[in-house]
């Protein structure tokens, strides 16, 4: 039976900057000697982990799944995962969109946990609205690549999230 080429991508609360990609692909091909992993922002640009000097993240075949340091806020990708022959020429390949958002998460559950132990600060005015527009932004950014394949769209969703929990202070 020829590959039916296949794989998938998530993040682990544990630690959000590790993104996991797990080959689920069906079928065989003898051919196949490895695979490449592109992951691209919504610009273009190459993500890589920190000291990789090429534009993808070698997958041997022996490794599945596997576990890369790769993020150090959330993003929203482009993940092409290649599969590969000796020579390195491409005998499958597959694109998928992601909405990496676990940073953003974790800073809601953050805000969460800071409710129950300062009560107080839900009596502030502008608390539950800017609770409400984090959360939006978080929701909208999974919605965009789940419902409308949109990268761009879910990248400027997770930037706004992400620029109210760095300026915490003037939002909560």
């Known amino acids: 039976m020829s590959l039916s080429p296949n794989f998938s991508v998530a993040q682990t609360p544990l630690n959000p900057s590790l993104v996991i990609f797990t080959d689920t692909s069906t079928g065989s091909d003898p051919s196949i000697t490895g695979r490449r992993i592109y992951v691209t922002d919504s610009q273009g640009n190459p993500v890589v982990p920190t000291g990789t000097s090429t534009t993808y993240i070698t997958w041997v075949l022996a490794t599945n799944p596997l576990s890369v340091d790769l993020l150090t806020q959330d993003l929203a990708v482009n993940v092409r995962v290649d599969w590969v022959n000796i020579s390195g020429g491409v005998v499958a390949t597959l694109n998928q969109n992601y909405c990496f958002s676990l940073f953003n998460k974790q800073f809601l559950y953050y805000l ?61």
Do not use: K, P
């Open 112 to 172: 969460i946990q800071l409710q129950s132990t300062t009560y107080n600060i839900i009596q502030d005015t502008n608390y539950w609205g800017n609770v409400g527009i984090f959360w939006a932004n978080v929701t909208g950014a999974i919605t965009a690549v789940e419902i409308g394949n949109d990268i761009a769209a879910s990248q400027a969703c997770l930037s706004r999230a992400t620029f109210m929990a760095q300026n915490q202070a003037n939002y909560f």
